[in-house]
């Protein structure tokens, strides 16, 4: 409840396409990363938080899927809303984790909470960013087929 937004009009289908690349380059895996942005899609956000939101969102998904995996990326306009959404067909999460994952802290395998040096932080700060721009987050995901999370943006974002 405490972001500080720097809102300012930001031409979202260039910056995800942006990261999408930095992310094809820094991830080792065999994993293909698809993209599906529609150009030209403008919103008035706070550029560097809504940066963070997809760098969260698809380096996660590296992270969940296997190697030689497959993600895939999508943002484009649907009425009043901009639709972002992250597939993968990595691990998936069970049903009643699921509901748990925005949680501070919460890990849906505590044992691998060290891996990768992440503390289950990542998650718990996409929906505060989702929140803070009037937009929601939500996942769904199967068990050992993967997950798909997206982020809903209205058009008309909260100006602060």
């Known amino acids: 409840n405490a972001l500080q937004l720097n809102m300012e009009d930001t031409d979202i289908s260039e910056l995800l396409t ?10 080792s895996k065999d ?16 550029t560097f938080l809504l940066a963070r939101l997809f760098i969260n969102l698809i380096s996660n998904a590296y992270q969940y899927t296997t190697d030689n995996g497959m993600i895939k990326d999508l ?3 649907d009425g009043d809303n901009i639709i972002f959404e992250v597939k993968d067909n990595g691990v998936g999460i069970s049903e009643d984790a699921l509901p748990k994952i925005w ?7 505590s044992s691998r909470s060290n891996e990768n040096g992440s ?6 700060m ?22 798909t999370f997206t ?8 100006d602060v």
């Open 18 to 27: 942006f990261i999408c690349e930095e992310q094809i380059q820094i991830n």
């Open 31 to 46: 994993t293909v990363l698809q993209t599906d942005i529609t150009p030209n899609i403008f919103a008035r956000v706070d």
């Open 75 to 77: 943002l484009k306009e």
């Open 103 to 109: 949680e501070r802290f919460y890990r849906v395998d």
């Open 119 to 124: 503390m289950g932080l990542g998650l718990s």
């Open 126 to 147: 996409v929906k505060c960013i989702a929140e803070a721009h009037n937009g929601k987050v939500f996942a769904n995901s199967k068990l050992g087929e993967g997950s």
């Open 151 to 158: 982020f809903i943006l209205p058009k008309a974002s909260k």
